[in-house]
């Protein structure tokens, strides 16, 4: 959008009257005599306009506000900050320079600010995609005094922000995971004295305690030897595996399935860590894109947000012998391993027995599987209303195979949870709980 003017509608249609009039001139000719003056007051009225209006150009500033980073799949706040140097107050639209990758809805609210002040104006956008942002440009597209023209003028203002995964109900998530594991450990927990590294109760010295055990703060000041308690470790190490090829690219409510895959490993890792296990996220796609380390330090995940911010699915085949040999090397003690992607065909499942096999023996492995709504709906609809018979038993077909590969998989010792994208957070919660709890 280049600086310059345009006529409103208003102004377009009060130029077609003198037509009509030049037309009614073959019948009467003072018709053309009223056509001509009609349009020398309207010339005069438009240049009066053009002259009285604010100077959106010279007179108005404007510094765009972004706070924080924006969620994507939902509508994130900003505001701008308007200088009005006029006299006059001013009425206008507002829009950046910002892509495909995010709406527009903010630019169809007519903003005004009153003459010779300033004003914050909140507006809001709906981010579709995750990354890192840069806006170069924000435009104004101002109405005139009178309302028979609009000002666009482009004022260069720059600004980078990040659109980072949407983490919904988050803290009530982990609160759930630990209340489970928690009821759970106070069940099943076994004291061992002298063994583990977790601290449990104080008590009073036993014969044969270990003397590096015993508590001297709490001897002092209850007159006799007190010991401290320590019980076995429930740490669990938790390896996620994030599929960014291809296959992750399929679009369900606005999202892809990566971005699902994404966001519920960052509500997994929340979880883990606060039920003190350690995490570590391996990115593959045509080759190794980001790793992760193991960790159990809270800040760590809470960065994870940002650090995945960036990821895009590539649009290429998933290098799952690449991958697999990678996680393998990384994890030396057993771990819970935990791997998004979705259908697997025929062309990889040779490379996902033999790894998924070798895997299996010395770790626990989940399979997360993101079924195509689109897929199901298809086969549950009935031909003679919007499908063929053909593509029908096709998309059978596709799922038959599908089921076959999961009771393949199952078979080599692998959970598998196949899920529509909304059903991933509680399924793979619930999951992997019961598996923490039978570590």
Excluded at 44 to 65: A, Q
Excluded at 300 to 310: H, M, Q, R, T, Y
Aim: glycine letters at 4%; aromatic letters at 12%; one cysteine or more.
């Amino acid at each position: 959008m280049k600086d310059g003017i345009n006529f409103t509608k208003k102004t377009l249609i009060l130029f077609i009257i003198p037509f009509f009039l030049i037309i009614f001139a073959f019948i009467r000719k003072e018709f053309l005599f009223i056509a001509i003056i009609f349009d020398l007051i309207l010339i005069f009225v438009i240049l009066l306009d053009f002259f009285l209006s604010p100077n959106y150009k010279k007179n108005i500033t404007i510094d765009l506000i972004i706070e924080k980073d924006f969620r994507i799949n939902c509508y994130n706040h900003f505001k701008i900050l308007v200088d009005n140097k006029n006299k006059l107050s001013i009425n206008f639209y507002f829009l950046t320079d910002l892509d495909f990758a995010f709406d527009r809805e903010y630019s169809k609210k007519i903003l005004k600010v009153e003459p010779s002040s300033q004003k914050e104006i909140e507006l809001k956008i709906f981010a579709k995609r995750r990354g890192l942002f840069e806006i170069n440009n924000v435009y104004i597209k101002g109405k005139s005094l009178f309302g028979f023209i609009y000002f666009f003028v482009k004022i260069s203002h720059k600004k980078t922000f990040r659109v980072i995964p949407l983490i919904s109900r988050l803290n009530e998530n982990f609160k759930i995971v630990q209340k489970q594991i928690k009821l759970n450990e106070s069940i099943q927990k076994t004291n061992v004295v002298g063994d583990g590294l977790d601290f449990e109760m104080l008590r009073d010295y036993i014969k044969g305690d270990d003397i590096n055990k015993i508590d001297w703060k709490a001897t002092a000041r209850r007159v006799k030897p007190i010991t401290r308690v320590f019980r076995m470790e429930n740490s669990l190490d938790i390896a996620i595996m994030l599929d960014c090829g291809r296959i992750m690219s399929t679009e369900v409510d606005g999202m892809s399935l990566l971005d699902y895959a994404i966001n519920s490993s960052i509500i997994l890792s929340y979880s883990a860590v606060f039920g003190g296990d350690k995490v570590s996220l391996l990115c593959f796609g045509e080759d190794i894109i980001k790793y992760i380390p193991p960790t159990k330090n809270k800040k760590d995940i809470k960065n994870l947000s940002v650090a995945l911010s960036g990821l895009e699915y590539q649009y290429v085949e998933s290098n799952y012998q690449t991958a697999f040999g990678f996680i393998k090397n990384k994890l030396s003690k057993r771990s819970l391993v935990i791997i998004f992607t979705d259908i697997i065909d025929d062309s990889n499942i040779k490379i996902y027995h033999k790894y998924l096999s070798i895997l299996s023996k010395k770790h626990i492995v989940l399979l997360i599987l993101l079924k195509d709504k689109e897929l199901f709906e298809i086969a549950d609809t009935n031909p003679s209303k919007r499908l063929n018979i053909f593509t029908k038993t096709a998309t059978y077909d596709m799922i038959l195979r599908r089921d076959k590969t999961i009771h393949n998989l199952k078979r080599l010792g692998v959970d598998v949870l196949d899920l529509f994208p909304e059903e991933i957070n509680p399924s793979l919660l619930s999951k992997y709980v019961e598996i923490k709890n039978r570590y």
